[in-house]
């Protein structure tokens, strides 16, 4: 998997196609991870968000209808390239020996 926690993307498809948002979590075992949106406030993007009904427990005192991110397979989102927009990445060695990501379209390092 090529994405890491931090990067931002730009969902392909679903509901929420043309969205962007930070990873939060990686999953790679499951090829999964989860997106929140960007802003601040009620202006705040929410991607991938589905109402869950949730028991009272001890952490959870309330019990209830709450509002979930979920996890979306990598291959429904793109890197955003700072320079040119959602890209693929690649990969190419420094002469130092460092693997670095880099973008298709326009060569630049990630």
């Given at each position: 998997m090529?994405?890491?926690?931090?990067d931002?993307?730009?969902?392909l498809?679903?509901?929420?196609?043309?969205?962007?948002?930070?990873?939060?979590?990686?999953?790679?075992?499951?090829?999964k991870?989860?997106?929140?949106?960007?802003?601040?406030?009620?202006?705040?993007q929410?991607?991938?968000v589905?109402?869950?009904?949730?028991?009272?427990t001890?952490?959870t005192?309330?019990g209830?209808?709450?509002?979930?991110?979920?996890?979306?397979?990598?291959?429904n989102?793109?890197?955003?390239c700072?320079?040119c927009?959602p890209?693929?990445?690649?990969?190419?060695?420094?002469?130092?020996g460092?693997?670095?990501?880099?973008?298709?379209?326009?060569?630049?390092?990630v």
């Amino acid at each position: 998997m090529k994405l890491k926690k931090g990067d931002e993307v730009e969902v392909l498809t679903g509901k929420d196609v043309g969205k962007r948002g930070e990873i939060t979590a990686v999953f790679r075992d499951r090829d999964k991870i989860i997106v929140s949106g960007r802003g601040v406030g009620a202006d705040k993007q929410r991607i991938n968000v589905v109402k869950k009904h949730q028991k009272p427990t001890k952490a959870t005192m309330q019990g209830g209808i709450i509002d979930k991110e979920m996890p979306m397979h990598v291959s429904n989102v793109a890197l955003v390239c700072s320079a040119c927009g959602p890209t693929r990445i690649g990969y190419r060695f420094t002469p130092a020996g460092d693997k670095v990501r880099v973008c298709k379209k326009c060569g630049a390092d990630v």
